[in-house]
């Protein structure tokens, strides 16, 4: 075939093409499925026409051209899915509790680690209140001074409330995502990271606990502990789903699964940013408040059996089963927004959102 009548056979598909690509830049919804599928067919021959071209035509301004109309075409056709108030409300109502509860008996060994950490250094310390230097380290001492002198250091003034609020949920969100990202190590940082927090947690209230304050801290965390925890448990839940997937890949490559479980947890971690946003503006006004201790504490309850409500409840299949730890070693796939889309599904689906 000379370069006249490739020219002649195939113009006309490269023009309909750059109409439908012009169109689906402009106003992807305004696509038929016919045109979505026609657009699909239209890319694969300009793919081809392109090798062709580099083959027989590498010096003419046809092959430069149909190098540039294919990569207009692929950008087109693999973009992600456009950020959209529905997509958001969907995963909200479905896909985020769905994933939650595939992780559950993760989340609930992530639970157990912190818990179990928590109570064992609360009744060390609450025993021997010197055990605390080798729990914690030299570096708690300050602490232990003002708590000696029967201080709290939990009240923030009126006047600052706004500045901390933002420094707590920074704080927050930081260990989250150090808890999730622990998980690539094998899962032995995100268990040091629950175990530590725990011990931590426990020395400090077993301290307060042998000087007759544990209430008073007590009063503080009840109001915001209930959502900030959970989510705690949750991102210790996503490390340890990670670090099990690097040691039991199953059926996939260890990078498969990788990849698979790390998807799942960044949904999770990002899905549960506004709880974190949530908990740190309570911790910032409400914690610190001179509300009565029963208030705060109907506020976290609330809050949290709200949340595992939502968690445990929402987006439910009638048929849907009841997760199990070794769900994520099936090879059936993971309820969420999938990477690896063919290129006219992508589109369709786009077009019917």
């Known amino acids: 075939m000379n370069l006249d009548q490739f020219l002649r056979q195939r113009t006309a598909n490269w023009q309909t ?36 071209a580099q083959r027989d035509f590498p010096r003419q301004t046809v092959t430069l051209y149909l190098n540039q109309l294919v990569g207009r075409a692929h950008a087109a056709i693999y973009r992600s899915d456009p950020l959209r108030w529905r997509r958001l409300v969907v995963f909200y109502r479905r896909e985020y509790p769905q994933l939650y509860r595939g992780l559950l008996p993760y989340t609930v060994l992530s639970c157990l680690l912190l818990m179990g950490a928590w109570i064992a250094s609360f009744l060390v310390v609450w025993g021997d209140p010197e055990a605390i230097y080798w729990l914690v380290g030299p570096q708690i001492a300050p602490l232990v001074r003002e708590v000696e002198q029967g201080k709290l250091w939990t009240d923030i003034a009126p006047a600052v409330r706004s500045a901390a609020s933002a420094l707590i949920l920074t704080n927050n969100i930081q260990v989250t995502f150090l808890t999730f990202a622990g998980g690539i190590t094998l899962g032995l940082l995100t268990v040091w990271i629950l175990i530590s927090n725990g011990v931590q947690l426990g020395a400090i209230f077993g301290l307060l606990q042998a000087h007759g304050l544990s209430g008073g801290l007590a009063e503080f965390v009840v109001a915001h ?129």
């Open 17 to 52: 093409l750059e109409t439908l690509l012009t169109a689906a830049q402009r106003h992807p919804d305004h696509l038929s499925e016919e045109e979505i599928a026609l657009l699909g067919r239209l890319y694969r021959q300009a793919t081809a026409d392109l090798a062709l």
């Open 225 to 353: 502990g209930f959502i900030e925890l959970s989510v705690i448990f949750l991102a210790g839940g996503c490390g340890l789903s990670l670090g099990d997937g690097l040691l039991r890949p199953g059926l996939f490559s260890r990078g498969a699964a990788l990849v698979r479980r790390a998807r799942v947890g960044v949904q999770l971690i990002l899905g549960s940013a506004p709880l974190l946003g949530i908990a740190g503006l309570i911790e910032g006004f409400i914690s610190p408040s001179g509300l009565p201790w029963p208030a705060k504490l109907a506020v976290g309850l609330a809050t949290g059996l709200l949340l595992h409500l939502y968690w445990l409840r929402a987006g439910r299949a009638p048929d849907e089963h009841r997760p199990r730890p070794w769900a994520l070693h099936d090879a059936r796939p993971i309820p969420s927004s999938s990477f690896e889309r063919p290129d006219e599904d992508l589109l369709l689906r786009t077009h019917r959102v």
